[in-house]
């Protein structure tokens, strides 16, 4: 796949991840169908994960990310944390705009519970890509 073909995937990935999200918040569906809340967070983490290893492939002198798989990893499950925690803060500040202005709109924050399932779901699809990334690019 080339870089560019690769570059279009991601961003339409992106686009499409935001575009269910704003679906599945407006129609209520992570109070309704709880269960979508692991798998948009599982592929939040793979979609943070991929925006990292576009970022390094696209800039190699930066850093190799075929050089040392722990290193890699350390660092693709750190930036796909630091996403899962910026994400869980935009849904806090959301929500306390609604409790602020009074907004005819539902809270995203369920409790410390959703909150740690979310950042640990996230984590997992870092982790999943970055196996996928070792097992098919760096043998």
């Known amino acids: 796949m080339t870089r560019t073909k690769a570059k279009h ?3 339409l990935s992106v686009c ?3 575009a269910v999200h704003l679906i599945a918040t407006s129609n209520d569906w992570y109070r309704s169908l709880a269960w979508i809340d692991i798998p948009a967070h599982f592929l939040g ?3 943070a994960a991929a925006i990292f290893y576009w970022f390094f492939y696209k800039n190699p002198s930066y850093f190799d990310t075929a050089r ?3 290193v890699t990893l350390f660092l693709v499950l750190g930036w796909t944390a630091l996403t ?3 994400w869980e803060f ?3 500040l959301y929500d306390l ?3 602020t202005y009074s907004l005819p709109l539902k809270t995203l924050q369920f409790g410390l519970m959703d909150t740690l399932g979310d950042l640990l779901s996230d984590l997992f699809g870092g982790l999943a890509l970055a196996i996928f990334v070792r097992l098919r690019y760096h043998r």
């Open 68 to 70: 040392s798989f722990w």
């Open 90 to 92: 935009a849904e806090f």
């Open 16 to 18: 499409s991840f935001f």
């Open 45 to 47: 983490g793979v979609m």
């Open 9 to 11: 995937n991601l961003i």
């Open 97 to 99: 705009g609604i409790a």
């Open 84 to 86: 899962g925690v910026l």
